[in-house]
T-cell receptor
Framework: DTEVTQTPKHLVMGMTNKKSLKCEQH?????MYWYKQKAKKPPELMFV???????INESVPSRFSPECPNSSLLNLHLHALQPEDSALYLC???????????????FGPGTRLTVL | EDQVTQSPEALRLQEGESSSLNCSYT??????LFWYRQDPGKGPEFLFT???AGEEKEKERLKATLTKKESFLHITAPKPEDSATYLC????????????FGQGTELSVKP
């Protein structure tokens, strides 16, 4: 089973709201990722968690706050977003191979976020 | 600088008309090259991982090949349900598992 689940599927929020996106995997993967994808563009990496610790932050604005409560769960807390933050937010996970070999990432279905 | 370029940007085929998508890459130390399929509004679906030059993998009507500079995704006798955007990505050594994506090829197969 290579399933990554994300909730909610769709989210509409105002610029003053606080909301959270959730991601879950039960494949025993130890790396989890958040991506942002705009229409007709490839996914753009935001954050990487490795063994539940933040290992990469791609200079993402502080209005996006990631959290990894345990090895199966990944959250993205949203606050004071701008309309240009509207996009498809994707979660992915991978085994996290320490040395050598490619580390295949498996993506969830995404959350379609609209900021009004 | 690590870079991935996919061509063509868009491809229209008739059902049954075989063709290939190209992914050219420049990377300092390749750990792997990945192909994904993405339907509109959905997450990328994993297709193949290729590790080294000369490697080939097949799945139904799709066959992926890898050289030291590029990868091809061959589609044999495509069907309308193969219509999607196909994404190529590479993973380099010492990059923390980051994927470098190409811009994608939007494939449309008409009946």
């Amino acid at each position: 089973d290579t399933e990554v689940t994300q909730t909610p599927k769709h989210l509409v929020m105002g610029m003053t709201n606080k909301k959270s996106l959730k991601c879950e995997q039960h494949m025993g993967h130890r790396a989890m990722y958040w991506y942002k994808q705009k229409a007709k563009k490839p996914p753009e990496l935001m954050f990487v968690y490795s063994y539940e610790k933040l290992s990469i932050n791609e200079s993402v604005p502080s209005r996006f706050s990631p959290e990894c409560p345990n090895s199966s769960l990944l959250n993205l807390h949203l606050h004071a977003l701008q309309p240009e933050d509207s996009a498809l937010y994707l979660c992915a996970s991978s085994r996290k191979i320490i040395s050598g070999g490619a580390d295949t990432q498996y993506f969830g279905p995404g959350t379609r976020l609209t900021v009004l | 600088e690590d870079q991935v370029t996919q061509s063509p940007e868009a491809l229209r085929l008739q059902e049954g008309e075989s063709s290939s998508l190209n992914c050219s890459y420049t990377v300092s130390g390749l750990r792997g090259l990945f192909w994904y399929r993405q339907d509109p509004g959905k997450g990328p679906e994993f297709l193949f991982t290729l590790y080294s030059a000369g490697e080939e993998k097949e799945k139904e009507r799709l066959k992926a090949t890898l050289t030291k500079k590029e990868s091809f995704l061959h589609i044999t006798a495509p069907k309308p349900e193969d219509s999607a955007t196909y994404l190529c990505a590479v993973q380099a050594n010492n990059q923390g598992g980051k994927l470098i994506f190409g811009q994608g090829t939007e494939l449309s197969v008409k009946p």
